[in-house]
DNA sequence: TCCTCGGACTTAACCGCATTAGTGCGCTCA
DNA sequence: TGAGCGCACTAATGCGGTTAAGTCCGAGGA
């Protein structure tokens, strides 16, 4: 009766359980849980015999007993909310991943980790997480500037660590740079108080203006990202400022907002290519987008750097495989994920709701970016 | 003596058990699970008011509970074993799993994803879910001609579906077209009876010889990714009959193997144009390549596709933004982690281990393929 | 009329671990 | 010498579900 395949499926090794432990080391199974948990009631001597049988049992407690009795699922949740399609030509969400692995995997946490449409998926989501106590805490990504996401985890109990935000981070730590009286934005106060880590995008932006200033640039600009994330509201603010302390006009130095991807990327380009007074270096928010607007320059005959200049917010081998190779801002982004997931621990382990910056990202100069042409 | 920004921390609502479901609804504990778990044993009146009182509360079932007694963790594993430096320039990865979640979703089950370093951590990692009862299966990729992964997950008995599997489907399902006695490899009977679902690599080549070989290319060279992986062998193995039964030269029609890199990608193109007789074509393995290898084709002035055609294995933006558009092989990934999340879940309800084909890849025919040259 | 049968529930046991409340024992000290 | 104490350990309970084993009651058959 049974299918083919099917015949030869083994029997599952029965896992061992403290039972077995207690048994074979002579106690209670009470004595075993004080003894691997490190609590005191057990002698120096039977802790270490409760541990040897352990490991030759290969023992490792049973997720859902511990999260059952001890209240902690031993897991954290990220949610990524993109459509599928534009799924993938970024490198930053695995390396992100990977980054808070490999802080998790040491403490034994698992991540769940979930690709969803939109955000009403992943905030329904959340409460299922929630609800069917799936996860400890959540690793929320993409802030927006109107984000129902922090309100909701702060509602449900559910500890969280924003990666990327706030909005305006210079409302929490003043940018001693900020010389500009930046008025924090009204919804400053409004966001619920959720631990976060962020980049400083305003010093990035800084660097790279001072590279292209420094080159001779004076008509610059700036390929953002969505126009409802934080950061690209961010990076578009930090524009302005970083324009207005140099003195330029914001006429020319300023930002056009896409979805990211490769069309939009190319097809901003072109427009901007099509000006009668056309930019002499543009930034693009990523990889992707920036190797779109090389490709245009490339198909229009528009030497690079020679005419136009190109800088990449976020490096990858992109970057390299274009001709020219392209000038990119390279972050630590397994650095970040690492940062992100031990706030997260911290809050979980009763620690407060902290806003901590993650490393500054420098300027990998290539080949795409040289002097300004004469007009 | 709370930390700032600790002091507003609301104390987490309780969520509603069923024993809150029972008392509002009037029946016993055991009633209330029998009516959510469609088991006999209430009628149909008790059966919808007990649902309507846990809709009310929205109940979701304690996920910990539920696996402790029920012997199902309610959750998948999916391991990426990939060094952190070549993360994530690929889309093919996101989207798999984007499509493994669009099944499992639906069932709520969740996704334990990770990516490790190597295939003795993603091993340790399988080891250590099973002991813990994190997962009630795996998802397996990249699977390879020497693989340890579905020995040890069938010692363990735990479920498991090969992506991207067998490495010799021959074996399993003979191919019609091939007539070519293409000896099953020694490894093939060794292969323990895991799940299987893959992609028909025999007949993808074929499309793309046939797309070259109708244009009349005669030297075309296939750029692979790692050896050890089961579907590059696969690759090159198709080639080769795919060439013989064309009557190609096997001397001009043949494949290298690299690590999948920009790098290396690049390199191997500089090779072939360096040699006396360059390739009039080259296929590359992914997207990634592909680019890398167009980009070393443009330094050297050598047009693509007049002098030298180009074709991707795997389409993505990559594959739009380069100048000229790469013609690429369209795979449905999504389709594929849909077939591979219900091949699981089969197994996990008993079912039998099949191995079931994914939908045929169609080529893309875009700019980067032309006539071949004449010498 | 009595007994049986089965549907509709309830009770109780259990999953594997954490944790709290004992228990027995040797030692100290009034 | 016996109350008091601390230590090492055991017994018992609970987490929130599932499930096997009753219990109750009304309908149907002999």
Redesign the interface.
């Known amino acids: 009766m ?5 015949a ?6 029965r ?1 061992p359980t403290i039972k077995d432990i207690a048994r074979r080391a002579g106690v209670s199974e009470s004595a075993v849980s004080f003894a691997l948990n490190d609590r005191p009631g057990v002698s120096q001597d039977t802790r270490a015999r409760v541990r040897r049988v352990a490991e030759e049992l ?8 511990r ?2 009795s001890g209240e902690r ?1 031993g ?1 954290l949740g990220l949610v ?1 909310a993109r459509p ?1 399609q534009t ?9 992100l ?2 980054g808070i ?1 490999e802080v998790l ?1 040491a403490r ?1 946490i ?7 449409e939109d955000l009403g998926t992943e905030c329904a ?1 959340y ?2 997480w ?5 996860v400890d805490g959540v690793l929320v990504v993409d802030p927006r500037t109107e984000d129902p996401r922090p309100q909701l985890l ?5 500890p969280a660590v924003v990666i990327g935000g706030p909005a305006a981070p210079a409302a929490v730590a003043p940018h001693p740079d900020a010389a500009a009286p930046a008025a924090p934005p009204p919804d400053a106060a409004a966001q619920p ?1 959720l ?1 976060t880590v962020w980049a400083d995008d305003a010093k990035a932006m800084a660097r790279i203006l001072d590279h292209l200033y420094g080159l001779g640039h004076r008509r610059i600009v700036h390929v953002a990202g969505l126009p409802g994330l934080a950061h690209t509201e961010r990076r578009i603010r930090s524009l302005r400022t970083e324009a207005a302390l140099r003195g330029l006009d914001a006429r020319h130095v300023r930002s056009v907002t896409t979805d990211y ?3 939009e990327g ?1 097809e901003a380009t072109r427009r901007l290519l099509d000006a009668a007074r056309p930019p002499t270096a543009i930034i693009y928010d990523n990889d ?1 987008m920036a ?2 607007g090389t ?1 245009v320059a ?2 229009r005959g528009i030497p690079v750097p020679a005419a136009l200049s190109i800088v990449a917010w976020d490096d ?3 970057c ?4 020219p190779r392209l000038t990119a801002l390279v972050r630590d982004t ?1 650095g970040f994920g690492r940062l992100a997931a031990q706030e997260l621990l911290a809050v979980l382990d ?5 806003t901590v910056q993650g490393e500054l990202p420098h300027l990998e100069a290539r080949e795409s970016t040289g002097p300004c042409p004469h007009d």
Chains 1, 2 share one sequence.
Do not use: C, M, Y
């Not at 049974?2 to 099917?6: H, N, Q, R």
């Not at 702060?154 to 559910?158: C, E, K, P």
């Open positions: 049974t299918a083919p395949g099917e030869a499926r083994p029997k599952p090794a896992r290969g023992w490792q407690a049973n997720s859902a007993a999260a059952l699922a897991a990524l599928a799924l993938g030509v970024e490198s930053f969400f695995l390396q991943v990977s692995q995997s034994k698992a991540l769940l980790f979930q690709v969803v989501l409460r299922r929630w609800a069917e106590r799936r702060t509602a449900l109990g559910l108080p631990a991807s490769d069309a190319a992707v190797v779109a490709a490339a198909g990858s081998a992109l390299r495989v274009t001709h397994p009763g620690g407060p709701h902290r």
